[in-house]
């Protein structure tokens, strides 16, 4: 009977197990019906560059073999006990004031503690703090950074006069963990108000970036709302080995420049499981960036997935080994985009974009070679960012424009091997007396087509 008994509940277990999905479960699911081909033809290149991502995103970093990557420090455990640090045991009083002070001793005293330690900001208050940079590198090779409760910014501008570029800095630190579920508020209707984007009579200056990861390795950014940024959201720079997951990142459609997600010169990053909704790039990918991997990712509003700009100011750039799968765009201003000023050099390549799905997107797949964001008109240049081996791969859904697919290449350096599959692209809410259908606009390119893609290029 007890053997009986057991098979029983292995069985109820198992049925169970089927039926429960994750909260991106169900939107996985929904890729189905996107009918992808039995069989999809992969170049050469592709393959290659999945045995990059498989070397760095199916090993884990050097503290990831510990038992507190993935889980809560074992309290129950005194070898794996951490030291607790509150920021509300070094003043911070979350009445209004400025909070500051005690979130930089509270930092100081987990960056300088030589074994695990656990940095917690209390859940159900909200903090208000000046421009604050934690600084490494730490004693600790165990250091998180919990956050339940809400980090606000001040939103008087002149809290910024000594650097505008950040709020929230992390500097030259290893084996950081930050997450908690709480949030992280920009208080940026000042800034927003203050762009020269929204008053074109107002000098164009720099304005803080929410949250900024620098020289920082072996890093996991999990389970965050960031909201309503001064400009960009969360940036990591020259990282190396970085899974940012389970982030919700949210500012009004019409906010200036208030990227959600935005990588430069950073290397074996995992974007994944994340709902960005913004007035600029939902994701951006600038030069510097290698194995890049964007999973998961709900957009919009905002302007999409963007690689680039790049090579502004005749600057080399080099971006390369990017994935972008399973994707849900829905009224963007652009949907997967490549955009590179003229002038410039290097390349960007080996970039796959897979498994997407669109809803009244305007510019649904574009690269432009030929990007100009000023007024005055930019003058013709020979040189430019090479482009190549990017492929488009069961894309599918509705364009708000006429064109739905277009590459406006260098005539210098023309876009090569672009590859189009499974592509099915229509126009959004036809009227009954409108008879245009999506279009493809193609110049200088290379494009290699395989199987049904509509529209399609008639290149020139």
């Keep these: 009977m007890l053997l009986k008994s057991h098979r029983l509940l292995l069985l109820q277990l198992l049925i169970a197990s089927i039926h429960v999905t994750s909260c991106f479960g169900t939107y996985y699911q929904n890729l189905d019906h996107f009918h992808r081909p039995t069989v999809l033809y992969r170049p050469p290149w592709y393959f290659r560059d999945q045995q990059n991502y498989n070397y760095y995103y199916n090993r884990r970093p050097n503290y990831a073999h510990r038992r507190s990557y993935n889980n809560e420090f074992q309290a129950s455990d005194p070898v794996t006990r951490p030291k ?72 008087n501008p002149s809290d910024y006069s000594e650097d505008t570029k950040y709020w ?17 508020d920009g208080s940026g209707k000042i800034w927003w108000q203050n762009s ?95 194995n890049v991997r964007a999973i998961g990712i709900t957009c919009g509003p905002g302007h999409g997935i963007s690689i680039g700009s790049l090579g502004a100011g005749n600057e080399p750039a080099y971006v390369s080994n990017v994935l972008v799968d399973k994707v849900r765009l829905s009224g963007t201003t652009n949907g997967l985009r490549i955009k590179t000023w003229q002038g410039g050099s290097g390349y960007a390549k080996n970039i796959i974009f897979q498994n997407v799905l669109m809803h009244n997107v305007t510019n649904p797949i574009i690269i432009n070679q030929n990007y100009c964001d000023q007024d005055e008109p930019c003058a013709q240049q020979y040189s430019a960012v090479e482009i190549s081996n990017v492929m488009y791969t069961n894309i599918r859904g509705s364009s708000a424009s006429e064109d739905a697919i277009t590459f406006n290449c260098s005539k210098s350096f023309p876009c090569q091997r672009i590859w189009l599959q499974s592509i099915a692209l229509a126009r959004q809410e036809l009227n009954q007396d409108d008879d245009q259908v999506a279009k493809a606009s193609c110049s200088n390119v290379g494009i290699i087509s395989r199987g049904s893609v509509s529209p399609r290029c008639s290149t020139k």
């Design 84 to 155: 607790v640090v509150n920021v509300n045991d070094y003043g911070a009083k979350a009445d209004g004031g400025d909070d500051s002070q005690a979130f930089k001793k509270a930092w100081e005293e987990a960056c300088s503690y030589g074994g695990d330690v656990l940095m917690v900001v209390p859940k159900n208050r909200v903090y208000v703090v000046k421009p604050v940079t934690f600084s490494g590198p730490c004693r600790s090779n165990k250091l998180a950074f919990k956050i339940y409760g809400t980090i606000k910014a001040t939103d």
């Design 168 to 184: 929230l800095r992390f500097s030259n630190v290893e084996n950081l963990r930050v997450y908690g579920g709480g949030i992280i």
């Design 196 to 290: 020269c984007k929204v008053n074109q009579e107002l000098p164009c200056k720099d304005a803080p970036t929410a949250m900024t990861f620098s020289d920082c390795s072996n890093l996991l950014v999990s389970s965050l709302w960031f909201q309503n940024a001064q400009q960009m959201h969360l940036v990591f720079d020259k990282c190396f080995n970085v899974k940012a997951l389970n982030l919700q990142v949210t500012a009004p459609g019409d906010s200036p420049n208030t990227d959600g997600i935005h990588v430069t010169k950073t290397k074996n990053i995992k974007i994944q499981n994340s709902v960005i909704r913004t007035g600029d790039d939902c994701i951006s990918i600038v030069s510097g960036s290698k």
